[in-house]
């Protein structure tokens, strides 16, 4: 009897707390009804007092007072995982986060199921336009972090140069609304935090990897080439105001009267250019030149892209 089979019809009825029929066990688990037996029969061995009751309303259940050890994490670590969990489940196409919710939830004692069950914080860590290839990428390079297959990817970096690479994964990351995968760079050699969404073609390979030694939160805390980075200045209106502030937050901007200026520091090249000009003529670029004239640019571009 494979164990795994046992466990997910033992955390299933753990979170359920209801009556389960023995048909809903054997899709839950991908198995037959014979198999449910053996797996009921095997928990029952191991001292789980497992009941059953015949009938159409009948099936397979464990008591209330039936509570696994709970030691092992508080109150406010197990919403919080929980959370966690559900802010990302919706980005990959197996049932591995379901089975997790199931296990943590068995774990809840009455007084605490609020915070399973309670919506006081909710995260989505998808867009509200992701499309479904992306998700699919993320699939596709979730199975390679976790066999430690190298891969051969095509990649497009913010100034449009495309080059292909081999790279091995060394996990995903979710950062600023935005997705990343983080390893070691083949011909960089070095390691490298890519965006998802830039990756234009991607294949795993049949090379395993050895992990190195490595800290992806330096990474993340901001160990970048800081000549990317570019300090600029906005001006804009009152009816662009609610706009900036979700974008660079109250604190950037300030209220000159006839109107607001906001100055922040960010990565520069078309994604910055494309963030400013998807505001239209509601803000003009103050400073730096290099900027404004990125952005001159590129409204030329546009305009003789409608011409005759």
């Known amino acids: 009897m494979n164990a795994d089979i046992i466990l997910i019809i033992y955390f299933t009825l753990i979170s359920k707390r209801k009556k389960v029929k023995r048909s809903t066990l054997a899709m839950r688990a991908g198995v037959n009804v014979r198999t449910v037996s053996r797996a009921i029969d095997a928990l029952t061995l191991a001292g789980v007092p497992v009941y059953s009751e015949t009938g159409p309303d009948g099936g397979y259940y464990i008591p209330d007072d039936y509570v696994i050890t709970q030691a092992a994490f508080t109150s406010a670590e197990k919403a919080r995982i929980v959370n966690c969990i559900n802010a990302a489940k919706h980005n990959f196409s197996d049932k591995l986060c379901d089975t997790v919710l199931d296990k943590l939830k068995s774990l809840a004692t009455p007084a605490e199921n609020f915070l399973i069950k309670s919506e006081t914080l909710v995260i989505d860590a998808s867009g509200w336009n992701e499309p479904l ?26 100034y449009e140069y495309s080059s292909e690479r081999f790279f091995d994964p060394y996990c995903i990351v979710q950062k600023g609304g935005m997705w990343y995968v983080y390893g070691w760079c083949h011909s960089r050699k070095d390691f490298r935090l890519f965006k998802i969404t830039r990756i234009e073609d991607v294949l795993v390979t049949d090379k395993t990897f050895v992990r190195r ?18 300090s600029f200045s906005i001006e ?16 950037c901007i300030e209220d000159m009267g006839r109107c607001y200026v906001a100055t922040a520091e960010m990565f520069g090249g078309n994604q910055l250019v494309s963030k400013i000009l998807s505001f239209g003529s509601g803000v003009r670029v103050l400073s730096p030149d290099a900027l404004r004239e990125e952005v001159e640019v590129e409204c030329t571009r546009m305009l003789a892209s409608y011409g005759d």
């Open 133 to 158: 290839h992306a998700s699919n990428k993320i699939t596709v390079l979730g199975r390679a972090v976790e066999e430690r297959k190298t891969l051969r990817m095509k990649y497009v970096d913010r």
């Open 213 to 230: 030694p490595s800290d992806v939160y330096a990474k993340l805390r901001g160990d970048f080439n800081r000549d990317d980075l570019v």
């Open 236 to 251: 804009f209106s009152s009816l662009m105001l609610p706009e900036i502030e979700e974008w660079l937050g109250p604190e």
